[in-house]
């Protein structure tokens, strides 16, 4: 694209800045009212030091809550267990998929396959999922939630290290594989060393998703279980609408996958198209 | 490349797990739907008239409405400023790094979270919408009136998926070589055109994947609405997964909920298998 001159310079920070305003606002906000004492809330003030003074008393109080402490516990265990089941066993057929050809059944078609599972409508599954976990008696424990989450993540992270496998040079796993190494031995010495980075950003995105996870947590868990969305979900109506509260709240359901999407962001376009677009 | 039991045991684990957890399901729930099932009456067959009763429906029409008009007024908003963000970040300007991450910060945010907050925004005696409406002497009735609920929804939803589209956009910029722009520029010095012959017409497959992936994540919604309006007022932002939602966990009525689920499943493969030559494409 051709050079900005000096004005046409001053006008992309002018509408730049407009911008970023605009897309950092909600955010401002939420971080602003939960460091607002309860009675500014509604005296109209927008700059903490300037207009009031800022407390942490919003804060303690809600990380003092038994349940909150709870969804926070939950939401790790099931984010973090999850995502090393979902890599695991993710890579293993990410890379049987990528060297391997198969009789009768086309590769496409088992990705196709696999990608069929991102494009239906979860809610299909609440009804079935409900009645299995009651039958084992599951309900209302992680266990269920890590099972459920890791099914659905799992689509994506088998079609992105797929894509990454791929673009090991041919020659190397070749050369391998002429010196003896067994396919075990491809796949954890070589194909796993050479895409780390990508198998390290796959499971930052899959803890993400899992952390954001709501509809299968509101359905399977009520008490024991919950996890920082539906405790969120649920809570609401109980307490109306306490600005400083809500704040707290969303900040603490939001800032993980939000740090999250500022470190990953290399393999963000690749695996938010699930491959599609390579960026 | 080898033939033997080896490649069918790396794909075993994976494939086992998702033929359990989905196949089953959906079966289960398929025979579930031409029941009669409430939690605690028993269950007995009646056929399709789960299926007519789907359709007899008001709430079922009412809540297909909302949520095509959520996906697709949001959807193409997305795009568009997505594509427009992209044009204007594709430049190469000091501190553009910086600003990109920040634009992709509400990537992740949890749905329920910015509902919930959403909550606070709309609030329409001291939220931060109105008062900004105020300045135009204007106040809008964001959560109580059925229009304008919808587009509460709606603005939120854009604002966690347009910075999707936005870094979609943006590898596609970048992807376009710099010569094309240099010889553009020797024919004319209209940026328009530039635009509609160049830049528009590269970045068109790009569209397509957007549209099609938004799409289908759009007809998922459920969080956003969920904690911002739970579906009100009335039945105003009664998107699908929650119409379903409620007949399955507020009314335990599960033969019913799985007819609901089924026909909503036909609906999105529908529209899903008509992309599915051009989605295929893709992966080879």
Redesign the interface.
Same mark, same amino acid.
């Given at each position: 694209m051709r050079r900005l001159t000096f004005l046409q310079q001053i006008k992309w920070y002018v509408i730049t800045s407009l911008i970023m305003v605009i897309f950092c606002f909600p955010i401002y906000w939420a971080s602003v009212n939960s460091v607002k004492p309860p009675l500014e809330i509604f005296a109209g003030s927008w700059f903490p030091f300037l207009q009031f003074k800022p407390t942490i008393h919003n804060w303690m109080v809600e990380l003092g809550t038994e349940e909150v402490r709870k969804a926070l516990f939950n939401s790790t265990l099931i984010s973090t267990v999850s995502t090393i089941i979902v890599l695991s066993i993710g890579s293993l057929a990410a890379y049987g998929l990528f060297r391997f050809k198969f009789v009768g059944v086309k590769r496409q078609d088992i990705v196709v396959w696999f990608l069929s599972l991102r494009v239906m409508p979860p809610v299909v599954f609440i009804v079935p999922f409900f009645i299995m976990m009651k039958t084992f008696g599951l309900l209302d424990t992680p266990c269920a939630l890590i099972l459920i989450n890791v099914t659905f993540t799992l689509p994506f992270a088998v079609i992105i290290l797929w894509e990454t496998f791929r673009e090991i040079p041919v020659a190397v796993v070749e050369a391998a594989y002429i010196d003896g190494a067994s396919e075990w031995q491809i796949f954890h010495k070589i194909a796993v060393p050479l895409s780390s980075s990508a198998m390290i950003a796959v499971g930052i995105i899959c803890l993400a998703f899992v952390w954001n996870e709501f509809l299968f947590a509101l359905t399977l868990t009520y008490k024991e279980a919950i996890v920082m969305p539906v405790l969120i979900g649920g809570t609401e109506h109980t307490r109306g609408i306490e600005f400083w509260f809500v704040a707290t709240r969303t900040l603490l359901a939001m800032t993980v996958p939000i740090v999250i999407a500022l470190s990953v962001q290399r393999y963000l376009v690749r695996g938010l198209t699930l491959g599609a677009v390579k960026g | 490349? &080898?033939?033997g039991k /080896?490649?069918? *045991?790396? +794909?075993m684990?994976?494939?086992c797990?998702?033929l359990v957890?989905?196949i089953?399901? +959906?079966v289960?729930?398929a025979r579930?739907s031409f029941f009669s099932f409430q939690l605690g009456r028993g269950m007995s067959f009646i056929g399709g008239w789960n299926y007519v009763d789907v359709f007899n429906y008001s709430r079922f029409w009412n809540s297909i409405i909302t949520t095509f008009f959520i996906a697709a007024v949001s959807v193409s908003v997305e795009t568009g400023l997505g594509l427009l *963000?992209a044009l204007? $970040?594709?430049?190469e300007?000091p501190g553009n790094k910086i600003? &990109?991450? +920040? *634009?992709?910060?509400?990537?992740?945010?949890?749905?329920? /979270?910015?509902g919930?907050?959403?909550?606070?925004?709309f609030?329409e005696r001291?939220g931060?919408a109105n008062?900004f409406m105020s300045l135009f002497g204007l106040q809008v009735p964001w959560l109580s009136n059925t229009f304008w609920a919808k587009m509460s929804v709606i603005i939120l939803d854009t604002?966690i998926w347009t910075p $999707?589209c936005f870094?979609?956009f943006?590898?596609?910029v970048h992807s376009i070589p710099?010569e094309m722009?240099e010889v553009a520029?020797l024919d004319t010095q209209s940026r328009l055109k530039i635009f509609r012959f160049i830049t528009l017409p590269l970045l068109s497959p790009?569209i397509g994947?957007?549209v099609i *992936?938004r799409l289908?994540e759009a007809?998922?919604i459920?969080?956003l609405p969920?904690?911002l309006t739970?579906g009100g007022p009335g039945t105003a932002t009664e998107v =699908?997964?929650i119409l379903? =939602?409620r007949m399955?966990?507020k009314h335990f009525d599960?033969g019913y909920?799985?007819a609901?689920?089924?026909v909503?499943?036909a609906i999105?493969?529908t529209i899903?298998i008509t992309f599915f030559k051009r989605? &295929?494409r893709?992966?080879?």
């Open positions: - | 490349m &080898r033939e /080896a490649r069918y *045991l790396f +794909l684990p994976s494939v797990w998702i957890f989905t089953f399901p +959906l289960y729930a579930l *963000l204007h $970040f594709g430049r300007m600003f &990109r991450s +920040l *634009l992709s910060m509400p990537l992740f945010a949890t749905p329920v /979270a910015v919930f907050l959403g909550l606070t925004i609030y001291y931060p008062l604002w $999707f870094l979609v943006l590898a596609g710099e722009y520029y790009l994947i957007i *992936l289908i007809l998922k459920f969080g969920y904690s739970t =699908y997964p379903v =939602y399955a966990l599960f909920a799985s609901l689920g089924f909503f499943l999105v493969m899903v989605l &295929r893709i992966y080879e």
